[in-house]
Nanobody, 126 residues
Framework: QVQLVESGGGLVQPGGSLRLSCAASSGGLNDYAIGWFRQVPGKEREGVSCISSSDRTTNYRDSVKGRFTISRDSAKNTVYLQMNNLKPEDTAVYFC???????????????????WGQGTQVTVSS
């Protein structure tokens, strides 16, 4: 079992940037597909991006394409979500999730993941 810890959230002005990190408090993430999700009160958790365990595949929801980048630092056992040109509608609690899978792809849907972090708040406001 892997325990996930997100960090890097905060308050940023529109157009600003943040980098979220997803690390494992025990074990490593290099054999896991990782997904980033976000949720606002009263709405369902939605997939933002994912990266396969082999790093061959990344996926992004349309609204963040060209602004967000997911990446993995295997030496640090950490997956990042670089968020640029942030917009007020990006405001949410962001979660990372993990699935142990050797498949070359990833699925940006909540049902596909087995482990979840506690989330980190991202607020985009002037």
């Amino acid at each position: 079992q892997v325990q996930l810890v997100e960090s890097g959230g905060g308050l940023v002005q529109p157009g600003g940037s943040l980098r979220l990190s997803c690390a494992a408090s025990s074990g490593g993430l290099n054999d896991y597909a990782i997904g980033w999700f976000r949720q606002v009160p009263g709405k369902e958790r939605e997939g933002v991006s994912c990266i396969s365990s082999s790093d061959r595949t990344t996926n992004y929801r349309d609204s963040v394409k060209g602004r967000f980048t997911i990446s993995r630092d295997s030496a640090k056992n950490t997956v990042y979500l670089q968020m640029n040109n942030l917009k007020p509608e990006d405001t949410a609690v962001y979660f990372c999730a993990a699935r142990s899978d050797t498949w070359a792809g990833c699925v940006p849907q909540t049902y596909w993941y087995d482990y979840w972090g506690q989330g980190t708040q991202v607020t985009v406001s002037s």
